[in-house]
């Protein structure tokens, strides 16, 4: 299915009802977003309207759209970080502010657009934090805590930064020391706020391989906010377009990303080509 | 947590994780030594003279110390069974005020140190949130206006304490907190206050309760004996046990609230309870001694510097630290002006002598660490 700006024409076709699968049977969605007005305490205006969003079972959904745009606001939603004005969340079919919030931190892991810790800590040490929901008041650190934490850091391949202090690492060896805290987690969903911004060319593939093979794995479902559209064309199995506040378009990037969406969403002139593999080549910004 | 560690040791073996490292055992012994060192300096001089072997003999008294009479007397406030005069000396006048001196240390130390991570910030000390503004306001307006109520000195300054605590976090409340919200609204209650103290002080019309109010307002030990010990004891012994127990939500909290939250903390309502820990804490410390200032800031300064920022090793550095900062203090503050030419036994307030030490250790630590503030 496909909400559209109201703004936007037919030209994508029909509203489809339901999500469907190339064999065209209907797809499970984990996480619903329905009627969402978001606004920030500080503003009059609803920062993001949105009718409709599905973040479909163990695929990987990615939010994109320009700075701005409200991606992130949006994700904000689905995480429980930000209570919608209307509208509601549902995970599962239950809605997500009925959860508690252990209950909801042992479903959905969050990793956050800036992170900071003590630098004193330890890389193991803030795997072991992921830990968190899924320990008592009272309670220690038991086997299944150990075997969490080891595994995580083994996917997010920070074994030899394992008694490395966080302060000591560079920008995306410390994501992916994050990105081992949400997965010592050991969620079936994740969402991740523009985890590859800020990082280099080598550490963007780290850490979309550690959560692209996460999903292959566990099937884990994702829904990243991510600000370049070609690496999310290449890497998600969902696009969600975003322009000022709305939903521009939503489904997989072969159909999502066209010349006109690059033009209308992010304002700049591209080739799309589709053969052998969808490919963006931007040429310049088109004027406001 | 800091009780079960031992339990799970075994288990944490494998994994070589176990956070009370060798570094926070020496630590720990080392202000332990400190404290008891500057303790029996303590119970040693004085203007009764008695030698050095006379006093530690009497504090090492076996009849004494295993005497189910006098702890009676001492912890419950019964009578005291008849003793030699070197030994009533040390054990009922400069002994408690040493005990004292340790409960306010170690209550200071974990009160910053809870709230240093409350409000993510290494100035924070335990009076940040309005709490010593409040204290003595509410003790400059016993001692002036309502003395009548003079008795209850110490738990009126507590009370006043907190009191300025819930107000501050009224004022900082907008559908939730945050740690520069709760400064601020600390800051701006801590003005008030102040002004209204200021101005209460031009109604006292006797020197002596100016004198009385000013050793509040600083911080002093002189006079105290077993009562405060009985008072402080068990707020203390409490609000150490439960910001231990609160290390680990410390920990979680300093990673940010929005990722506490995703963790499944239940941000307002943990940094809520921790905070009333640190108030009572505080509260102990100052119904008993005033109002000191610098201990319960400087004390985890101190300690992360040693230890690191792991609340679990802070925590415990700080219980430790906190008396021997706090006893060496009060040394100075008891005996330091004898050694002056021409001043003879004047006590002065142990919040001048924690002062003294504050601000060139805080001028040290501003020239050699590039950043200060955030932890």
């Known amino acids: ?60 959904t990615a939010l994109v759209g320009p700075n701005g745009s409200g991606k992130s606001t949006l994700l904000k939603a689905l995480s429980n970080h930000l209570e919608p004005e209307s509208g509601t969340v549902t995970l599962d079919g239950q809605d997500i502010q009925t959860f508690e919030q252990s209950e909801l931190a042992r479903e959905m892991g969050v990793l956050s657009q800036e992170n900071e810790s003590p630098g004193s800590i330890t890389v193991e040490d803030l795997a072991y934090h992921g830990r968190y929901p899924h320990r008592g008041f009272f309670e220690s650190v038991g086997p299944e805590d150990h075997e969490a934490v080891d595994d995580a ?45 800020f990082l280099d060319l080598h550490h963007q593939f780290r850490v979309l391989e550690t959560v692209r093979q996460l999903n292959e794995r566990e099937d884990v479902t994702v829904a990243v906010v991510l600000h370049d559209i070609a690496q999310a064309a290449r890497f998600a199995d969902n696009l969600v377009a975003m322009r000022e506040g709305e939903l521009y378009d939503w489904g997989p990037p072969r159909e999502v990303v066209t010349e006109q969406l690059l033009a209308d969403v992010f304002g700049v ?7 052998p593999e969808l490919q963006i080549l931007p040429k310049r910004a088109l004027s406001e | 947590m800091a009780g079960s560690h031992s339990i799970d040791s075994s288990t944490e073996q494998r994994h070589s994780r176990s956070w009370a490292t060798p ?60 003793m030699a005069n070197t030994r009533l000396i040390v054990w009922n006048i400069r002994l408690p005020r040493v005990l004292v001196a340790v409960l306010t240390g170690a209550t200071l130390g974990v009160s910053g140190a809870i709230f240093q991570a409350v409000t993510r910030n290494e100035l924070a000390s335990p009076y940040i949130l309005g709490v010593s503004s409040g204290a003595g306001l509410a003790v400059l307006l016993t001692l002036v206006v309502f003395s009548g109520l003079a008795p209850f000195l110490p738990l009126v300054a507590a009370a006043g304490g907190t009191i300025a605590f819930a107000l501050v976090y009224a004022i900082a409340w907008k559908g939730g907190t945050s740690p520069v ?14 002004s209204l103290q200021t101005g209460v002080f031009f109604f006292a019309d006797d ?100 230890v690191g920022g792991d609340y679990r090793r802070l925590m415990v550095g700080s219980i430790f630290a906190g008396p021997a900062l706090m006893v060496v203090a009060d040394v100075g503050a008891r005996l330091g002006m004898s050694f002056l030419p021409g001043f003879g036994p004047i006590q002065v307030p142990v919040g001048v002598v924690t002062g003294l030490i504050g601000g060139p250790y805080f001028l040290y630590l501003m020239r050699r660490q590039q950043q200060m503030g955030e932890i």
């Open chain 1, 153 to 197: 850091i083994e996917m997010a391949g920070v074994d030899h930064l394992r008694d490395t202090e966080v302060g000591q690492l560079s920008g995306g060896q410390k994501q992916l020391a994050w990105i081992a805290m949400v997965l010592a987690q050991d969620t079936d969903v994740l969402l991740l706020d523009e985890p590859t911004t």
């Open chain 2, 181 to 194: 919200r709760l400064v601020l609204a600390g800051v701006i209650v801590g003005t008030v206050f102040q």
């Open chain 2, 207 to 306: 020197l002596g309760v100016v004198q009385s109010a000013i050793a509040w307002t600083t911080g002093s030990l002189t006079g105290t004996d077993w009562e405060q010990v009985r008072l402080a004891i068990l707020p203390a012994a409490a609000s150490i046990v439960l910001a231990l127990l609160g290390a680990r939500q410390l920990n979680v909290l300093l990673l940010g609230e929005r990722t506490a939250q995703s963790l499944g903390m239940r941000v307002e309502r943990v940094r809520f309870l921790l905070s009333g820990v640190a108030i009572l804490a505080a509260s102990t410390a100052i119904a008993v001694a005033g109002i000191v200032g610098f201990v319960g800031l400087i004390v985890p300064h101190v300690v992360r510097n040693v």
């Open chain 2, 23 to 82: 570094r926070l055992a020496g630590f720990c012994l080392a202000a332990a030594a400190i404290t008891l060192l500057a303790g029996l300096i303590q119970v040693s001089f004085g203007s009764y003279s008695m030698t050095i072997t006379e006093a530690w003999q009497s504090v090492f008294d076996p009849s004494i110390l295993f005497d189910a009479a006098v702890w009676n007397a001492f912890l419950l406030g019964g009578e005291l069974p008849e």
């Open chain 1, 1 to 60: 299915m496909s909400e559209q700006a109201p703004d936007d024409p037919a030209e994508r076709g029909a509203v489809r009802e339901w999500l469907t699968d190339a064999e065209g049977a209907k797809i499970e969605s984990e996480i619903v977003a329905e009627d969402l007005d978001l606004r920030y305490p500080t503003s009059e205006e609803a920062v993001v309207e949105c009718d409709r969003l599905d973040v479909p079972e163990g695929e990987v």
């Open chain 1, 269 to 275: 002139e591209a080739r799309v080509e589709y053969e």
